[in-house]
């Protein structure tokens, strides 16, 4: 029989007021507000929430999920095939270099080296950077001794970060345990197209010239299985001497770059999901987009480095002319990808769409912004913003489609102790904001924005104080 002794109900409904007991007094509450009508007529969801702790297998994970379905359904709630599924958070704090809880992120940077790293110190290392850089360089462009800075002065920052991101992708990964064959062709079939772009794009600007390689190798296999292997590969070798170029160790580094990106997106897309709800959730939207501005640009950066080490003909990504595109597009990304996001995580944590249907969205959200990164490294401005664009019109589509649909009655069970975690409060207790204030929150946060608000907000205070 099952014992629900310890384990408390949280339960969300459109058009009620939500509400906690414990379990044992479920029945009671369904008797008096007729929720399992709301229930069972809405197809209602079961989560079940466990703490982010080592040891929790899938078996153990199932059989707890099954046994709360076989409670549910002996007291009147139907919690059909799909329906049911278990959540982990980190309900304690996260440990980071400093032994500071992510929770509070001022304090990551106490106590990193045995004393405070004030604001003075921090401009102190940023200026010598700076100074160093300039004396070995020279005055050149200016972006660079500046990035050069932030990054050595926020070393401690950025490692109590990596730490944090480490944990949120251990805890989403046990949500996301099993990757379905789903997610697997899925993945494939959505990322081969990208792929075949993106290795035809870096093909044509490093002047490999990939079907007469392809042709090559082919006749080397035609004379090997004729008896001439020594001479077909002889051939080979010296087709590809002067077929490749003198490029192709970059094209193989940018290719394996852009099919690990692919295929971590592709295949592992559930876990990708729910660790950006999770950080999202947990750390807020602002939070959430700097880390993917972050993310997105170490990515580009990687591509436009390799093409101006290797073509020459590149502008850096530290120059004038890439970081205006990247402005404009971070801008209107940040605006419009926040509510995407955010949108579709909301269909999947309203209980709208399935794992598979949430797989599928993403894998099509990826498909044209995977094809942008590659025409941004080579330079090819053209097709970035055209596929830049189709990247926008489908967030678009679906911060409307979320906006119009409301949430499936759930009800969220978890054990006393989990649900008086500041993470169960912040990630399922405390009212969200929509999408679409999420979206207006990120692009005024956004650190390539602020610089303007700020000086909108000085213009703003100066007109108030002249006003008679």
């Known amino acids: 029989m099952f014992d629900g002794t310890g384990l408390v109900a949280y339960v969300v409904a459109p058009g009620r007021q939500a509400a906690m007991m414990p379990l044992n007094e479920l029945p009671g509450y369904m008797a008096e507000t007729r929720f399992d009508n709301d229930f069972n007529d809405k197809k209602g969801h079961l989560r079940l929430i466990l703490p982010d702790t080592p040891g929790q297998t899938d078996d153990e994970t199932d059989a707890a999920v099954a046994g709360l379905q076989g409670h549910l359904h002996s007291i009147g709630l139907n919690v059909g095939r799909g329906r049911a599924r278990a959540e982990f958070i980190p309900v304690d704090s996260i440990p980071t270099i400093g032994g500071a809880s992510d929770t509070d992120p001022a304090a990551i940077t106490d106590g ?77 079939a959505g990322k081969i197209i990208p792929a075949l772009a993106n290795i035809g794009v870096f093909a044509t600007q490093y002047g490999v010239q990939l079907t007469a390689m392809a042709m090559a190798g082919g006749a080397m296999i035609l004379e090997v299985f004729s008896g001439q292997g020594i001479s077909g590969w002889n051939t080979f070798q010296n087709a590809m001497a002067t077929l490749a170029g003198p490029h192709l160790f970059a094209l193989t580094l940018l290719v394996g770059l852009s099919l690990s990106v692919e295929t971590f997106h592709g295949i592992w897309v559930n876990l990708w999901n729910t660790f950006q ?30 093409a101006y080490i290797t073509l020459g003909n590149v502008a850096p990504y530290w120059s004038f002319e890439y970081l205006k595109a990247i402005f404009m597009m971070t801008v209107i990304g940040t605006f419009i990808g926040t509510m995407g996001s955010r949108s579709l995580n909301e269909l999947y ?56 649909l ?31 204030q999420d979206g207006v929150d990120a692009l005024t946060s956004s650190i390539l924005v602020q610089p303007f608000v700020a000086v909108y907000n000085w213009l703003k205070g100066v007109a108030a104080r002249r006003r008679p």
């Open 112 to 188: 990193r080296f045995g004393f405070k790293i004030t604001p003075r110190i921090r401009v102190a290392v940023a200026a010598g950077t700076a100074g160093l850089y300039l004396a070995l360089y020279g005055i050149g462009d200016v972006v660079a001794p500046l990035m050069l800075a932030s990054i050595v002065s926020n070393v401690d920052r950025i490692v109590a970060e990596l730490a944090y991101t480490v944990r949120m992708l251990r805890a989403s990964s046990q949500d996301s345990r099993r990757v379905t064959w789903n997610e697997v062709a899925g993945g494939i």
């Open 406 to 436: 409301q949430t499936r009655p759930i009800i969220h069970i978890a054990a006393q102790s989990v649900a008086d975690s500041d993470a169960f409060q912040n990630i399922y207790m405390t009212e969200k904001k929509s999408p679409f």
């Open 277 to 306: 709800s999770k950080i999202g959730r947990h750390r807020g939207v602002v939070y959430q987009n700097l880390f993917n501005l972050i993310y997105g640009q170490l990515i580009n950066a990687s591509y436009r480095t390799v």
């Open 349 to 404: 944590e309203k209980g709208l769409i399935s794992r598979k249907g949430r797989a599928t969205i993403q894998q099509l959200r990826d498909l044209p912004g995977m094809l942008v990164g590659p025409y941004v490294g080579t330079g090819d401005m053209f097709w970035a913003w055209v596929f830049f664009s189709l990247m926008q019109t489908g967030d678009t589509t679906l911060t409307t489609i979320n906006a119009r």
